[in-house]
């Protein structure tokens, strides 16, 4: 595809320099430019009032047979011996695209002595698992897991693969895409298929979830990505279901692993688990001092939410870095969010605000993240925080 | 050793505003910065150096004006700077610009360490890096909070959901940095200000990095954008205020209790 902008029709009025999304038109001599940074997302050419932009398709060279390439995979990522959460999801929604393509759904299952959670992955929305199990995939590793998954997609040929944007998915997206050579979308918060093409349409936040980006992968098999945790619904699951086990050898000996894991030093527990959380409470300066970080924690179990952190609170010390939701800490989508003490700040904002639901405690009323809480309770958080606990308990207590 | 920082330019995020009325990204006035998660790799680069020594290279892949960029690690205390600009770069998704800094890498030579800071502010992708260490064939640790090396060892700290890992991995090593407390970015000094004055950023053309035109730019872009579009914006919902706390709390309980969250 190309974006051309022709001369004569173009009358210099500056919007579509304002509505590119990228910062790559420019009026020069009362012309719009488009400067290298376009990506072809034709988002001028919707608002150019004259039809002055076009968007041309360019013929790319087809040099895969697409047609070779079926089922939807969904990576099975594990943590102590059981299935994240963000693998149960994307099953389910792996379950949906495959129904609606007519295609097969396949659990990729990676590990030492994993067998057992098979059942869960075929109760779970599963046709297939492919289930490759060796002394050397007992844990993550870059180099380890990159190569058994991609030498099971250029053995088995699937149109699609599912990984949960992890920190683990997201080292082995990556890295399996690029060995591949095919497209990857990063962080997708919604998947649907394209109704004209049956691709599917992965959708995502940038700049700071500013905008949203539809993105396709026309020419390349398969297609990939990495999708946050808890943006879908868990299935339900249904142990009368069952499917195949395709075992698969392992291709990968000791000596391609290049990265050693020493020791594992866990800082929180499931409690400050955010990616995964459904509730998450999370507190800021308004706090005061790092003991009243206390309130927090108790309310969470009442409610047995995550604790999270503003930035400010992290700075300050009293939370540590894993615990952040922001810009330069997480991005929580639970099904709710407490903000507690937390003005609102954009950076914050961005981390938080794809939340189901929103409540906000802070005793300023004109405080930012009152803009974008479906529930606020203006009042000091210090007085607010024991009451509310003492009377969620005694409501759940009913 | 010889290190390299990959490096990106980008809007300042945290102040695009979206347009009221259009419901547009308004991008007039944002001041383009070096991403944070690269200061961070800077960061991490110059400790190695002042321990150990070592050669640090910051690259980067953009237009002209990402000069300015450079020039602000070259202020924080980086020797070189190498900009990779041609306009058969544009359109470049994650894959087409790892494609370009890997060839751009081998062009440099021998390199023991490529940081790159966990991800750009604008994309939030976080593939360049590994997509990057995957053409070039070496090992990749991300996420990581704090490192050390002795000799052609490498231990990290790699963060995880719920805690970190301690790795071990030999040079040579692709390492993406998170923002943490190890990794604080140095202000520049005047001293730096007035050797990047003086310091010449490289520009190197698609034809000079030897870039497969197949792999770079649009055409090496395995994914397009189909659409752009501004999500639905949240309303404000409802502010309770009552006279005291406690009415306030039971007021708050009831409303939720009557939309049927949490109780």
Not at chain 2, 99 to 113: E, R
Request: hydrophobic share 40%; glycine share 8%; aromatic share 4%.
């Amino acid at each position: 595809m190309a974006v051309i902008v022709s001369k004569e029709k173009c009358v210099g009025c500056g919007i579509c320099e304002t509505a590119c999304p990228f910062g790559a038109i420019t009026l020069q001599e009362g012309k719009a430019v488009i400067g290298e940074t376009c990506t072809q997302c034709g988002a001028c050419v919707e608002v150019c009032p004259v039809a002055a932009i076009t968007r041309e398709e360019v013929v790319t060279e087809v040099t895969m047979d697409k047609s070779q390439y079926k089922n939807i995979w969904v990576f099975i990522e594990t943590a102590e011996g059981k299935m994240k959460n963000v693998s149960l999801e994307l099953l389910g929604e792996g379950r949906k695209l495959a129904d609606q393509l007519g295609q097969k759904l396949a659990g990729v299952l990676l590990g030492k002595e994993v067998a057992a959670l098979s059942k869960d992955i075929f109760a779970a929305g599963a046709d297939e698992v492919y289930l490759v199990e060796a002394d050397e995939l007992e844990h993550y590793s870059t180099d380890g897991y990159t190569t058994v998954f991609s030498d099971l997609i250029q053995a088995h040929k699937p149109s699609v693969v599912l990984v949960g944007a992890t920190n683990n998915g997201r080292d082995l997206g990556p890295r399996i895409a690029s060995r591949i050579g095919t497209g990857l979308t990063a962080d997708c918060t919604d998947l649907g298929i394209d109704e004209e093409t049956g691709m599917v349409a992965w959708t995502r936040p940038a700049f700071g979830g500013n905008i949203m980006a539809t993105i396709l992968c026309p020419e390349h098999r398969p297609q990939m990505g990495t999708i946050r945790p808890s943006v879908f619904k868990k299935p339900i699951l249904d142990y009368n279901r069952c499917g195949e086990i395709i075992k698969v050898k392992s291709t990968v000996k000791w000596e391609d692993i290049r990265t050693k894991l020493i020791d594992f030093v866990k800082v929180c527990t499931t409690a400050c688990n955010l990616e995964e959380a459904e509730i998450i409470v999370s507190g800021g300066r308004g706090l005061g001092k790092p003991e009243n970080f206390k309130l927090i924690e108790n309310l969470a179990e009442v409610l047995g939410a995550s604790v999270g952190a503003s930035r400010a609170a992290v700075d300050a010390g009293w939370k540590p870095h894993v615990s952040q939701v922001g810009q330069t800490g997480k991005t929580v989508g639970p099904k709710i969010y407490i903000a507690c003490g937390i003005s609102g700040a954009v950076q914050h904002l961005v981390g938080m605000s794809s939340s189901d639901v929103i409540i906000a405690i802070n005793k300023d009323k004109d405080a930012p993240i009152f803009q974008v809480a479906d529930y606020g309770i203006v009042g000091d958080i210090l007085e607010v925080l024991p009451m509310i606990t003492e009377e969620f308990k005694k409501r759940k207590a009913c | 050793m010889e290190i390299v920082v990959c490096i990106k330019q980008v809007p300042d995020t945290t102040e695009v505003k979206i347009d009221p009325v259009t419901n547009t990204l308004i991008r007039q006035g944002v001041p383009s910065i070096v991403n944070p998660f690269d200061k961070n790799a800077l960061e991490a680069a110059l400790q190695l150096k002042d321990k150990y020594g070592a050669k640090v290279t910051v690259i980067s892949m953009g237009p002209p004006q990402a000069k300015a960029a450079l020039k602000d690690c070259l202020s924080m205390g980086a020797d070189t700077a190498i900009l990779v600009s041609d306009r058969a770069f544009g359109g470049a998704d994650t894959l087409a610009t790892s494609n370009v800094l890997a060839a751009s890498i081998k062009k440099i030579g021998k390199v023991d360490v490529i940081f790159c800071g966990k991800q750009a502010i604008d994309g939030d992708t976080a593939q360049v890096g590994p997509e990057t260490a995957e053409h070039l064939g070496i090992a990749q640790v991300t996420y990581v909070a704090n490192m050390d090396i002795k000799d052609d060892l490498v231990t990290v700290e790699r963060e995880c959901e719920d805690g970190y890992e301690v790795i071990e991995v030999k040079l040579p090593v692709l390492v993406s940095v998170i923002k943490s407390a190890a990794f604080e970015p140095r202000f520049p000094t005047v001293k730096g200000k007035m050797k990047a004055n003086r310091t010449e950023i490289a520009v190197w053309s698609a034809a000079d990095v030897n870039a497969d035109e197949k792999k770079i730019g649009l055409v090496g872009s395995p994914t397009k954008v189909s659409k752009i579009f501004t999500p639905p914006r949240r309303v404000q919902g409802i502010i309770i205020e009552e006279p005291t706390v406690k009415e306030s709390i039971a007021a708050l309980l009831d409303k939720l209790a009557e939309a049927k969250i949490i109780l």
